[in-house]
């Protein structure tokens, strides 16, 4: 029982306590493929508690969602749409829109089995190093599927032994940790249980393999990292193993890398540069100073060679300019040189100028400027728009592309798609996910608690 005044945080204090308690036992219900993903939370200073099953705990939210809202807003669920695109997405060339191939544990198979007869072969699944902070929880998962070695720091061990040894300071922390999945010996009919040590292997990292090999007669052992992924056959286009990280505007990983993930991007407007195009040039129509500012493309003599050179008036309104002649000013001229007549200490020389454009030099100024009275004065001319690589989804086009709920003919959807879907219509679509048979006990769950 928890008592206290009303407003103490007394129901703030049971649920947080629940909740990290909670989520620490479904993290530890998950393979260890899965719990790489998901960020633990600490456990929460109880001596026990009872009755809490190992779901997930949901934070409290607002009585009744509005069935109309879109699930973007619904940010709770993002961690779990993450783990489920990771699970079960499939990738698609963002050029072509075909479905990428995977890359097989079968081309693995085969180069080990290039090997000449008699190799060693130790073949070992890399585990996140953030894995191990919970070292008996691992220890006891590893044991449950099987396991009885690992590799840590290149030493092979039992998982007992390794236990045993498990450095207690942060600095002196494993920089490597695999788990041993087999040890043969290459030679005929081994290729099937070669095959399904390498699917193991890959399941436990679900992108890396190592194989630590020794060739017969050498002393060495020597240490091959296979990753997999997937492939456009055609293209040659490739994307990486999928992890929750790809679908991250957070990470650097799946953030776009134009906006960093931020969907927006700041920009010259021109509109802002000629807010009234009633004006003429020479009625000052353009808003930024015709003084200072060094060869900026802004300025009065370089304006006046622009419109010469485009045959263009100075006394005509704004509007009525040749759209050519519009986009060269404020975009330039593509690297074109322009002869001018340009004005410096009184005098007057004739020079080849490649013009830059002012939309282009107000950008370059505002970002790169160290005066602050520059950047104030250059920022009256930036606007804010989506950014133009992602159009505001703020990933990475490849990881757009990833689709759920499809067999690979296109249909399904991507995680931003799905995230504009409302409520209850997302609701509906993920209960029909075809989720694979393998991945059916890590996967449906997740898709459960999405669904509440
Ligand atoms: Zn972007």
Redesign the pocket.
């Known amino acids: 029982m928890v008592t206290g005044l009303s407003g103490s945080g007394k129901s703030s204090l049971a649920f947080h306590t629940l909740y990290a308690e909670g989520q620490r036992r479904y993290v530890e219900s998950l393979s260890t493929y899965a719990r790489q993903f998901l960020d633990q939370l600490d456990k929460p200073e109880v001596d026990a508690i009872e009755g809490l099953s190992p779901a997930i705990a949901i934070e409290q939210r607002g009585a009744g969602a509005n069935p109309r809202s879109i699930i973007a807003t619904a940010t709770e669920i993002h961690d779990y749409l993450r783990i489920l695109f990771a699970a079960i997405g499939i990738p698609h060339d963002p050029e072509t829109g075909e479905p990428l191939e995977r890359m097989m544990p079968v081309d693995v198979v085969k180069s080990l089995t290039e090997r000449p007869n008699g190799t060693k072969i130790i073949l070992l699944a890399p585990l996140d190093p953030g894995v191990a902070e919970d070292i008996p929880a691992l220890v006891r998962d590893l044991q449950r599927q099987g396991f009885v070695r690992m590799r840590v720091d290149g030493i092979l061990l039992e998982v007992e032994e390794a236990e045993k040894r498990w450095p207690t300071e942060e600095k002196e922390r494993f920089d490597t940790i695999e788990v041993v999945v087999d040890r043969l010996v290459l030679r005929e009919g081994v290729e099937s249980r070669l095959a399904d040590s390498v699917e193991t292997a890959l399941q436990i990292c679900g992108a890396e393999a190592v194989a630590s090999l020794q060739i017969p007669g050498s002393e060495e052992w020597e240490d091959i990292s296979f990753l997999t992924g997937f492939r456009n056959p055609k293209t040659g286009f490739e994307v990486p193993e999928l992890t929750p990280r790809h679908f991250s505007f957070n990470s650097p990983k799946g953030a776009?890398p134009?906006?960093h993930?931020?969907?927006s991007?700041q920009f010259c407007d021109p509109d802002l540069v000629v807010p009234d195009r009633t004006k003429s040039l020479q009625g000052g129509a353009i808003k930024l100073p015709k003084k200072g500012g060094r060869e900026m493309s802004w300025k009065q003599d370089r304006v006046a060679g622009l419109a010469e050179h485009f045959g263009v008036s100075g006394e005509a309104p704004f509007h009525d300019l040749p759209e050519e002649f519009q986009n060269a000013l404020f975009y330039g001229t593509g690297g074109m040189e322009v002869p001018m007549l340009l004005q410096s200490g009184g005098r007057s020389f004739l020079r080849n100028v490649v013009f830059r454009g002012i939309c282009r030099d107000v950008e370059r100024l505002y970002e790169e400027t160290s005066s602050e009275s520059v950047r104030g004065q250059m920022g009256r001319f930036m606007a804010a728009r989506n950014?133009q690589?992602?159009q505001?989804?703020?990933l990475r086009e490849e990881f757009l592309a990833v689709k759920v709920g499809n067999d690979g003919d296109g249909s399904g959807l991507g995680i931003d798609e799905f995230c504009a879907l409302p409520i209850e219509e997302g609701g509906e679509w993920l209960e029909q996910v075809k989720i694979p048979d393998d991945r059916e006990g890590t996967v449906r769950p997740i898709v459960e608690e999405i669904c509440r």
């Open positions: 776009c134009d906006c993930g931020l969907g991007e950014c690589s992602c505001g989804r703020r």
